[in-house]
């Protein structure tokens, strides 16, 4: 393909920050570049951050934070990634799924609130695209129910939410820096400890169950067994192309930003007319420009662009396959119609080539190709 979905871009000084950590010998993880990586975060969610080698890891850690026993309930999206879900059902929990909204295609509350129980341990909110979930109502419900709520941030990292940084609402926050994120470093991620209760315990089972944090603080002059845990550190050399990352991500915001209202402004008039919506933002949201999708007026329409862009040379992707219609979904009771709206927006949603590296060149095939596509209106405005 010409223009693929995703490219990973050298941005700033990564090449140079990978042969520097390389040339130390410090390879394994908590080096000078995690620990860098870790305090640029740290300072911009005004909390503890723990890096670690990806999202689902980091959602593993909160699975871990819940203490949860057989029985105990985590309340997912069902339009999500498999480990939004998954790391907590892994620990013992029941997933228990709940709708989207049909305009931003993030956790309804009032579905949410249905769902809540008395064995509810917590609510995982992701911001899809980056675009923010309605974090008012769900944190009263999860205030009112007595349960954790978990930000699954893999898309938001520099979004907001009126003006507070995304991943800085939950008692936790997990963050990806998988190669298709808005920043990267191949595979890696974070867990933000906004609850400081939560954070010697955090480090302890990132840390294979043991103390070491504190060893290499001074603070025992041994490190021992204090819980469980697993190995859950970054690399160094990933670390050291994360940090190259992360000094230039205003440099990257803004170029998302452009390519993603230039989408917007030159294909909006095209959406009303044939039926297909956008991705509406709440004035509330500001997002960190992740995604731009399409929500086509149905499947055969849907699958009609990706082919009709295919022969244009662009690559159009789908996702998510509902959660609750998983063979794993369906074996804690997932059946056809629980989440209409996941289900519907599944069949219909299409993501555009994003990337930094998206030329202007490159987006004007794209914007071209989408725009010679002949979608039939049915159903829904666009929102934007
Ligand atoms: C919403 C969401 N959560 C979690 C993940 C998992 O991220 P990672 O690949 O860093 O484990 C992804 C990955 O794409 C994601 O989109």
């Given at each position: 393909?010409?223009?693929?979905?995703?490219?990973?871009?050298?941005?700033?000084?990564?090449?140079?920050?990978?042969?520097?950590?390389?040339?130390?010998?410090?390879?394994?993880?908590?080096?000078?570049?995690?620990?860098?990586?870790?305090?640029?975060?740290?300072?911009?969610?005004?909390?503890?951050?723990?890096?670690?080698?990806?999202?689902?890891?980091?959602?593993?850690?909160?699975?871990?934070?819940?203490?949860?026993?057989?029985?105990?309930?985590?309340?997912?999206?069902?339009?999500?990634?498999?480990?939004?879900?998954?790391?907590?059902?892994?620990?013992?929990?029941?997933?228990?799924?709940?709708?989207?909204?049909?305009?931003?295609?993030?956790?309804?509350?009032?579905?949410?609130?249905?769902?809540?129980?008395?064995?509810?341990?917590?609510?995982?909110?992701?911001?899809?695209?980056?675009?923010?979930?309605?974090?008012?109502?769900?944190?009263?419900?999860?205030?009112?129910?007595?349960?954790?709520?978990?930000?699954?941030?893999?898309?938001?990292?520099?979004?907001?939410?009126?003006?507070?940084?995304?991943?800085?609402?939950?008692?936790?926050?997990?963050?990806?820096?998988?190669?298709?994120?808005?920043?990267?470093?191949?595979?890696?991620?974070?867990?933000?400890?906004?609850?400081?209760?939560?954070?010697?315990?955090?480090?302890?089972?990132?840390?294979?169950?043991?103390?070491?944090?504190?060893?290499?603080?001074?603070?025992?002059?041994?490190?021992?067994?204090?819980?469980?845990?697993?190995?859950?550190?970054?690399?160094?050399?990933?670390?050291?192309?994360?940090?190259?990352?992360?000094?230039?991500?205003?440099?990257?915001?803004?170029?998302?930003?452009?390519?993603?209202?230039?989408?917007?402004?030159?294909?909006?008039?095209w959406a009303e007319t044939r039926g297909v919506?956008?991705?509406?933002?709440?004035?509330?949201?500001?997002?960190?420009?992740?995604?731009?999708?399409l929500?086509l007026p149905?499947?055969?329409q849907?699958?009609?662009?990706?082919?009709?862009?295919?022969?244009?040379?662009?690559?159009?992707?789908?996702?998510?396959?509902?959660?609750?219609?998983?063979?794993?979904?369906?074996?804690?009771?997932?059946?056809?119609?629980?989440?209409?709206?996941?289900?519907?927006?599944?069949?219909?949603?299409?993501?555009?080539?994003?990337?930094?590296?998206?030329?202007?060149?490159?987006?004007?095939?794209?914007?071209?190709?989408?725009?010679?596509f002949g979608a039939a209106g049915k159903?829904?405005?666009p929102?934007?």
């Amino acid at each position: 393909m010409r223009t693929p979905f995703n490219e990973v871009s050298v941005v700033g000084n990564e090449l140079r920050y990978v042969a520097e950590a390389a040339a130390s010998l410090h390879l394994a993880g908590d080096g000078p570049f995690s620990d860098r990586c870790a305090e640029h975060l740290a300072s911009h969610f005004g909390a503890r951050v723990l890096m670690t080698p990806s999202c689902t890891h980091a959602l593993e850690m909160c699975a871990y934070l819940l203490g949860l026993e057989p029985g105990d309930e985590v309340v997912v999206p069902s339009y999500a990634f498999v480990t939004t879900a998954s790391a907590f059902a892994a620990h013992g929990a029941t997933p228990v799924f709940a709708d989207v909204c049909p305009d931003t295609w993030n956790l309804d509350p009032d579905d949410v609130a249905r769902r809540i129980g008395p064995r509810t341990r917590a609510i995982v909110a992701l911001h899809y695209g980056g675009v923010a979930c309605d974090l008012e109502a769900l944190g009263k419900l999860a205030e009112r129910s007595g349960c954790m709520l978990i930000e699954d941030n893999a898309h938001g990292l520099y979004g907001a939410y009126r003006g507070r940084p995304l991943g800085s609402f939950g008692a936790l926050a997990t963050l990806s820096f998988h190669e298709t994120k808005n920043l990267t470093c191949g595979e890696g991620g974070a867990l933000v400890v906004n609850d400081p209760q939560l954070a010697s315990r955090a480090e302890i089972i990132r840390d294979k169950g043991t103390d070491r944090a504190r060893f290499r603080r001074g603070e025992v002059d041994r490190y021992t067994w204090r819980d469980n845990g697993s190995s859950y550190l970054l690399s160094e050399l990933q670390a050291a192309f994360l940090y190259g990352q992360l000094e230039a991500a205003e440099r990257v915001m803004a170029r998302r930003r452009a390519i993603w209202t230039r989408y917007r402004d030159e294909l909006r008039d095209w959406a009303e007319t044939r039926g297909v919506a956008l991705q509406h933002v709440p004035d509330e949201s500001d997002p960190p420009y992740h995604l731009f999708p399409l929500l086509l007026p149905d499947e055969g329409q849907r699958d009609a662009l990706i082919a009709h862009l295919a022969r244009a040379g662009v690559l159009g992707v789908f996702h998510y396959l509902p959660l609750h219609l998983s063979p794993v979904g369906r074996r804690y009771g997932g059946t056809p119609g629980d989440c209409p709206v996941s289900e519907d927006v599944s069949r219909r949603l299409v993501r555009l080539p994003m990337f930094f590296g998206l030329d202007s060149e490159r987006q004007s095939e794209v914007i071209g190709a989408v725009r010679t596509f002949g979608a039939a209106g049915k159903s829904g405005g666009p929102r934007a």
